[in-house]
T-cell receptor, first 110, second 113 residues
Framework: KNEVEQSPQNLTAQEGEFITINCSYS?????LHWLQQHPGGGIVSLFM???GKKKHGRLIATINIQEKHSSLHITASHPRDSAVYIC????????????FGKGTKLSVKP | NAGVTQTPKFQVLKTGQSMTLQCAQD?????MYWYRQDPGMGLRLIYY???????DKGEVPNGYNVSRLNKREFSLRLESAAPSQTSVYFC????????????FGDGTRLSIL
């Protein structure tokens, strides 16, 4: 079993829809990261969480440490949100390495 | 801001050839990483360097070597390329004060024929 599981693997939405991507993990963590990878291939960090909730524009990330679960929400989705969203956890303290999920491929249709 | 710069962006090799992937960061980060990304799999750590002068194996180090040339540069070498090493390779760096995000390069798409 993978230590970081994402669902769904693929997601197609219509422009304007509210989107949720889920991440569950099975190890103790010091932080959880959400990353975005565009079709061109570059990877950028969206959020780093150790508790609670963070918001940046139309993106919201939440984490429940007790349940070992995080969600990434996109409000009022837009075609430019189409990308692969990757969940990664840092275990082994703040200097530990990242363990990555397989990613969720999101396609937002106009 | 250059951030993390990888070269080359694309490369095609024949089985048995060698090559070095270059990575440089200008953020004064201590830690640097090399990952590979394959279809249907998450990013997997090949090697990392927690600080200048140190390197450690990650999850999939076989067939690779690394050099932390100085604080800025971290190179990945394939001594004798194999088709199984066809992948997209990403370099990343991060600061080490507390929990900080990793910054990724744009990737190198490597094909081994």
């Amino acid at each position: 079993k993978n230590e970081v599981e994402q669902s769904p693997q693929n997601l197609t939405a219509q422009e304007g829809e509210f989107i949720t991507i889920n991440c569950s993990y099975s190890v103790g963590i010091s932080a959880l990261h959400w990353l975005q990878q565009h079709p061109g291939g570059g990877i950028v960090s969206l959020f780093m969480l150790s508790s609670g909730k963070k918001k940046h524009g139309r993106l919201i990330a939440t984490i429940n440490i007790q349940e070992k679960h995080s969600s990434l929400h996109i409000t009022a989705s837009h075609p430019r949100d189409s990308a692969v969203y990757i969940c990664a956890v840092r275990s082994g303290g703040s200097q530990g390495n990242l363990i990555f999920g397989k990613g969720t491929k999101l396609s937002v249709k106009p | 801001n250059a951030g993390v710069t990888q070269t080359p962006k694309f490369q095609v090799l024949k089985t048995g050839q060698s090559m070095t992937l270059q990575c440089a960061q200008d953020m004064n980060h201590n830690s640097m990483y090399w990952y590979r990304q394959d279809p249907g799999m998450g990013l997997r750590l090949i090697y990392y360097s927690a600080s200048e002068g140190t390197t450690d194996k990650g999850e999939v180090p076989n067939g690779y070597n690394v050099s932390r040339l100085n604080k800025r540069e971290f190179s990945l070498r394939l001594e004798s390329a194999a088709p199984s090493q066809t992948s997209v390779y990403f370099c990343a760096s991060r600061g080490t004060l507390g929990n900080q995000p990793q910054h990724f390069g744009d990737g190198t798409r490597l094909s081994i024929l």
